[in-house]
């Protein structure tokens, strides 16, 4: 249930309505437990997914579980009309609900499958593929054969979900970010600790302690960024563990220094997604909340990091309250109710070289 795409997998999408009339969610197969299964689509808020019913598929007549093709439908229909707004798709089981953008999976449901949803295309049985219809297939018992409901959809074309990001960093200069050293306070960086180099990566030589921070504030986002770690390290830190972070809803009116009050998603050899809560902020982590310190650390819950060198893939997800650290695909910290929701985003420098790029935001 690793997000890595399976055979001709679509990446991860939305979806809008493809031509004239209705959209068409038609169920082909259940293969799981028997009980009245609430399926349709849902538009994105500020409070998380609206869901808009569409049928409840019936319960089984004769058999222990729900093992049949083309299960009916006991109310509702197979049959709606989204009009011209971006929707994905969900499930309601006993136990949880299953959205088509694993983002809802890990936010409100984490312990279960968060990439629950792979979307295919179809063709007929002579192999052409048929226009604007695909399957989608659900996985709700987190065992990965995701077959546990499947609909053939016609009538809607896929929106990558990679086009509702924006670029934080244009790989040319520092716009829409500022620097600023401890020793040299904001917008003086005489000695480039941070540089853009020609291929378009960000650079911090790591020698003095500071971070770039962004210009404008951000509420409930999804923040991505890839790493890797250089070769150097730098006094008083040359013989420790290579160290940085990514420091997030810091407010607007906070002052600079080492470091602002934020919630830090860490980014040091081992320890890559760990919380740090600075300034006296505060989260719950399995609800026990850290007591309010200068700093205090929360560590993750499981460890994917790849080797020095390698570049990782890291993620912050920051809604209503909710905070999610993601490793190389793999949630590896989740926390609730944190004192902090939404603001500036930074990046560390840390005595530690390092490499940043493909710094990309979604406001959810």
Known sequence: MRPELQGEE???????????????????????????????????????PIQ???????????????????????TGKTVFDPGEDNFGFYTISPSHSVYSEDIWNVLFYPTHATHA????????????????????????????????????????????????????????????????????????DPDGIFTVQEDGTLHDIGKDLGYIMTEESFENFHFSLEFKWGE??????????????ICYNVPADAADGIWPISVECQIQEGDVGDFWLLGNSTIQVDGKQNPPA????????????????????VEVISFNGKCVHIVNGVVVNYGENSSLIGGKILLQSEYAELYYRNMILRNL
């Open 117 to 188: 949803v792979r979307t295919y295309p179809v063709s007929d049985k002579n192999g052409v593929a048929l226009e604007n219809t695909y399957l989608v297939c659900i996985e709700e018992a987190a065992n990965g054969d995701y077959n546990d409901y499947v609909f053939l959809v016609k009538n809607i074309k896929p929106v990558s979900i990679r086009d509702e990001f924006i670029s934080l960093f244009n790989g040319k200069d520092l716009s829409g970010w500022y620097t600023w050293l401890e020793d040299k306070g904001r917008n003086n």
């Open 294 to 313: 200068a700093h205090s650390q929360i560590q993750k819950k499981k460890d994917a990091e790849k080797p020095n060198g390698e570049w990782n893939t």
């Open 232 to 245: 150097r390290k730098w006094p008083p830190r040359d013989n420790n563990k290579r160290d940085s972070g």
């Open 52 to 74: 808009h019913q569409v049928g409840i598929l019936a319960t089984a007549d004769t058999f222990p579980e729900h093992q049949i093709l083309f299960p009916k439908v006991a």
């Open 10 to 48: 679509l990446a991860p999408s939305l979806f809008k309505k493809a031509g004239p009339g209705a959209v068409e969610m038609i169920p082909v197969a259940r293969y799981s437990p028997d009980f009245a299964l609430n399926f349709g689509y849902y538009n994105a808020s500020k409070s998380g």
